[in-house]
């Protein structure tokens, strides 16, 4: 009888007995392999897995043990835990044993990560994927060297155009899919020495795709969402390209994509919000970061076409990412739902403040912007405080980057520098300044503020009703704000 027609029991059978009556390394090793994940038939049994590769390295020098056991190590497997130094010293007892490029690629990579026992070393990292690829022509080597050469991680020197050439070899050797994904990536991406070409990228990950990969697909999907310099977008190819993903595996971002993509019904693909949602409420169950919480919570705030609003829902997202990181745009965001009064969610000015001081530590300008409104207004539970609204806003205009943002929060600190506080008298001179600065940005509100201010006039600052009549006369204009249009029929009238 052939040793395939045999059970993986009498499989086990037939090897124990060579291990007892010949000490036989080939037996310990195929006995190990059975047992280390187990079979049908043969029980996992990793601990006995390990003593026969450890029986078969040290009483017969056995290479193809002393490499599993690197293996096993390298990592750790079920419950046997990783032990990189031991790991360390049997590939490099495997390295000077026989020639082995998988080895020297593996001690490669142990080096290129690091643990606590084997600090990361890159440059004797980059010397064994070379070694690796000089003597043994080592595909995986190519492809992890290459990825090295590209990004630069860890203190690599950078290398794009070898990398380049190093992904285009292991295709060449091996047809490593990979390979092709990341070079594609690379020339989609372009730099560093590498003309940018999305058509060969295109062609890469299409390659890729044939192969069934599951990265070319999403990737390639995102390409022809939005299309790229002579690449057309092609919405309902990424669209199938997202499905085909998601059929294979629980990709956060394919769902993402997809969702948005089915959300607005973009570029020529079908509208579809009720899927979309479903979608983004499962990247949120699958994800382990915060992006598809706090997507889906900020389009659960306001609803729209398709999909009704869910401020409590969109409270609890909310809550989830803060619970689990303090992020700022949650806080702030969070903060202000308390604020609103919506049913189901009452509204809490006290805590809507202490999550903007967390957002405002920091150094978040609409947490800032948005205290500040808090405290020039007043809640209950929070007191009007105009000396702290003021500095705030100071804050708001110092830290934002937003031009929205920075321009609304310099008008908004002009009204407040114009009124003055308890703590600071009214500085007409300084709103003037502020409110010209504003308008510089594009704020139709500044223009109406300044012309308000100019119609009366105020200490330090003359009337001028020319001026004002100016400003209020562009606001009509440009936007038909209904209080340009009143105060110029007043001063028209008068």
Not at 54 to 68: G, L, N, S, T, V
Not at 257 to 273: D, T, V
Not at 440 to 448: I, L, M, Q, T, Y
Request: glycine share 6%; net charge positive; with cysteine.
């Amino acid at each position: 009888m052939s040793a395939r027609a045999l059970s993986n029991r009498q499989v086990l059978e037939f090897y124990e007995h060579k291990i007892s009556s010949y000490n036989d390394e080939n037996a310990m090793v195929e006995v190990a392999h059975l047992l280390l994940d187990g079979a049908d038939g043969v029980p996992r049994d990793s601990k006995r897995a390990v003593q026969l590769l450890e029986r078969a390295a040290k009483q017969c020098r056995d290479p193809r043990a002393m490499f599993d056991l690197a293996m096993i190590f390298d990592f750790g497997h079920g419950d046997i835990p990783a032990n990189p130094k031991r790991s360390q010293l049997l590939y490099e007892t495997v390295m000077r044993a026989r020639k082995d490029g998988s080895a020297t690629n593996n001690l490669a990579y142990l080096f290129e990560r690091g643990t606590k026992q084997v600090p990361r070393d890159i440059h004797r990292a980059v010397q064994l994927y070379e070694r690796a690829i000089v003597q043994h022509d080592n595909i995986v080597s190519m492809y992890n060297l290459a990825g090295l050469l590209w990004s630069g991680d860890h203190g690599a020197t950078i290398d794009a155009p070898r990398a380049v050439k190093l992904f285009r070899r292991a295709i060449r050797k091996g047809n490593d899919v990979e390979s092709m994904v990341d070079l594609a990536s690379a020339l989609f991406e372009g730099g560093k020495g590498v003309p940018s070409n999305p058509r060969r990228a295109v062609k890469w990950y299409n390659k890729a795709i044939e192969a069934n990969s599951i990265d070319a697909k999403e990737a390639l999907a995102a390409i022809l969402d939005a299309g790229a310099k002579g690449v057309p977008a092609d919405p309902m190819r990424a669209l199938q390209l997202y499905e085909e993903v998601l059929q294979q595996r629980k990709s956060v971002g394919a769902m993402m994509s997809l969702g948005n993509m089915l959300l607005h019904g973009r570029r020529g693909a079908p509208q579809n919000p009720i899927r979309a949602l479903q979608l983004f409420e499962e990247a949120v169950t699958e994800e382990k970061g915060i992006g598809a919480k706090f997507h889906l919570a900020t389009l659960l705030t306001k609803g729209m076409t398709g999909i009704a609003a869910n401020p409590v829902r969109a409270v609890q997202l909310y809550e989830t990412i803060v619970e689990k990181r303090c992020d700022v745009r949650a806080l702030t965001n969070l903060a202000v739902m308390l604020q609103k009064d919506v049913e189901g969610v009452p509204a809490d000015h006290k805590r809507a403040v202490i999550l903007y001081e967390q957002a405002l530590e920091r150094k978040f300008a609409p947490a800032a912007y948005n205290l500040a409104m808090t405290f020039k207004r007043g809640y209950e539970g929070v007191p009007k405080d105009e000396a702290r609204a003021l500095t705030l806003m100071e804050k708001a205009v110092k830290l934002s980057t937003d031009t929205g943002m920075k321009t609304q929060a310099i008008v908004e600190l002009g009204k407040m520098v114009q009124q003055g506080t308890p703590d600071h008298r009214p500085d007409a001179k300084r709103a003037v300044k502020l409110y010209k600065r504003a308008i510089e940005r594009g704020s139709d509100e500044a223009k109406r503020c300044l012309a308000a201010l100019l119609l009366k006039g105020a200490k330090g600052v003359k009337a001028d009703v020319t001026m004002a009549t100016k400003l209020y006369t562009e606001s009509a204009d440009d936007t038909g704000h209904p209080d340009a249009i009143k105060s110029l029929s007043r001063i028209v009238g008068d």
